[in-house]
């Protein structure tokens, strides 16, 4: 597990030997202090030998987006037309804005990335009249949406808190009167869509395959994402048996993200 270093006063030098040493993070405070994120493939002795001290101050690293992120702090990212920003910063008005929870989707991760991609170049395309988000999370794919123009959209997970935070996000962002919520799976919906995107993994996508085709409309657009690229021909195969045809796919740092339309 990846730990982190805190050095109270540190130099351009010392950034270098850090980011050399494959640091998967890195901030300078005010006063030169400088703190890393270093993998666990690195050991602080390590660390220090390459600083050219005794010793580091070590403590454990957090995890960010449901822990498949590591980074020191929150921050800002920009995806396409959409610019995602902690609640606690400053943001232009058109922003999105999250709250920092334990739920998936700060938009760090590259699998939310390609979703919001996919979701923007759906809305100007052809923009659905909604959307239906299966495992929302954070709701950042939903609430993303809204923001990039798409009129409605309906939120579903499982996990009770995952739809607490949504609903604050929602609310955080004024978006709460175009914003739906359920409990469960796409099992539970009962009518189509347009757009549905589902950024879960491999295994449950193949799973509920059926159940996700179920709920795409007449030449509607599936978005799956979260899927390693030494998944992606067996997710590819269970959409295809049942009637999806291939639009694209996108890639980024080993994940990739499907783009399918429904042959009906």
Known sequence: MPYRVDLPDGSADALDRLVELDALDVEISHGNAIAALMPDSVPPEQVASALGVDTVAVCPARARDDGSVWVLSLRSVRVGRLLIVPAHFEAEPNALRLIDASAFGTGLHPTTALCLEAIEEAAEIDRPDALLDVGTGSGVLALGALRLGVPRALGIDADEEALRVTAENARLNELGNRLWLARGGPEAVARTWPLV?????????????PDLVRRVGHHGHLVLSGIPSSAEQDVDQAYRRLGM????????????????????
Do not use: H, Y
């Open 197 to 209: 995107v589902a950024n879960i993994l491999a295994a449950p996508l193949i799973e509920m395959a």
């Open 245 to 264: 045809r291939r639009v694209s796919v996108k890639s980024r740092a080993g994940w990739i993200a499907l783009v399918m339309r429904a042959s009906w």
